[in-house]
């Protein structure tokens, strides 16, 4: 038995140890707390996974078969070619009925930004082919995906003949187009139309 006021041999070593030991104690429910959140989370993850649904834009008339791949910001080569087929097919077949509505359904897919810049135009187009009864018809002869990216958009190129017809009267052009598609958030966005057309031969 020690006596009053003496010091216990030892003591300040058994304080440290004890110390140590709750140091750790708490530090291991601290890992073993985030480890349970960690699993959690990862099953949730799973689960959820298995509910997400995407839907993937597909035009109405497809001229390719192939494996079509869209990303959160990008999509293959294949899609933008079908996508750019069907726009110019839509913006090329055109009379005095459907041109408004055609037209307006194109303006419709652009992005707002770029929209309000190519308005002005398709109106002035719709407009033209109404007052003169105009029936279009396009063939084309070339159509392909550029390897290289114009401002942010993926270019899908079209050439070939577009014939107006007049009432008996017909004008044939030789036409190129250039289409810019881009992905943003598993979305398709046009912005940007190019048109080039020539008049070839006589008025017949």
């Known amino acids: 038995m020690f006596g009053k006021g003496k010091k216990v041999v030892g ?21 073993l707390v985030l480890v349970v959140i960690i699993v ?13 649904e995407m839907t993937l ?15 959160y910001q990008e999509a293959n080569d294949l899609y933008f070619k079908v996508w750019g ?3 110019v097919d839509e913006y090329t077949s055109l009379d005095h009925k459907n041109a408004s509505k055609k037209l307006n359904k194109l303006l419709a897919m652009i ?24 029936n279009q018809r396009y063939t084309h002869s070339d159509e392909y995906i550029e390897s290289k990216i114009q401002d942010g958009y993926t270019i899908f190129h079209s050439e070939g003949l577009l014939e107006e ?16 598609m881009r992905v943003q958030d598993h979305s398709l966005l046009f912005g940007l139309i190019s048109e080039n057309c020539k008049k070839i031969g006589n008025i017949e």
């Open 11 to 31: 003591r300040k070593y058994l304080d440290d140890i004890g110390e140590y030991i709750d140091a750790h104690k708490k530090d291991a429910t601290i890992k």
């Open 40 to 52: 959690i989370l990862t099953l949730g993850y799973f689960r959820l996974s298995r509910n997400i």
């Open 85 to 87: 087929q069907y726009f």
């Open 111 to 134: 992005e707002a930004k770029k929209a309000v810049l190519y308005q002005p135009k398709l109106e002035k187009k719709a407009n033209y082919i109404i007052s003169n009864k105009i």
């Open 165 to 180: 017809r007049i009432g008996r009267v017909s004008i044939k052009k030789s036409c190129e187009y250039n289409i810019g």
């Open 57 to 71: 834009e597909i035009p109405p008339i497809l001229r390719e078969t192939g494996t079509l791949k869209v990303g």
